[in-house]
């Protein structure tokens, strides 16, 4: 929508999806690989993950190229930290 074009609204869209397939391929992965690993173990190791991405996207918006203009690869970080923070695996 910066843009002002519709090709630009269907990538950001595709990148949506793109990442919450990720978020929820990821969960199941994690969940088969970890299956008999304390809830501890796991919670822990989560949140670490989600607080490293976090940081990685914090720092590529902050230096994207302006205050309110996000790239392409930042769009695609931000769906994939969303759709994991939000829970969609």
Do not use: E, N
């Not at 990821?26 to 670490?48: E, T």
């Not at 991405?53 to 930290?81: E, H, K, N, Q």
Request: some cysteine; hydrophobic content about 55%.
């Amino acid at each position: 929508m910066q843009q002002q074009k519709g090709s630009a609204v269907s990538r950001s869209l595709r990148a949506d999806c793109d990442r919450h397939a990720a978020a929820i391929g990821g969960v199941v992965l994690a969940a088969a690989l970890v299956a008999r690993a304390p809830l501890s173990v796991i919670r822990y190791l989560v949140a670490r993950l989600l607080i490293g991405l976090a940081s990685v996207a914090s720092c590529a918006i902050a230096t994207a190229m302006g205050p309110y203009r996000v790239g392409f690869r930042d769009l695609v970080v931000w769906s994939f930290l969303m759709a994991s923070a939000h829970g969609a695996g």
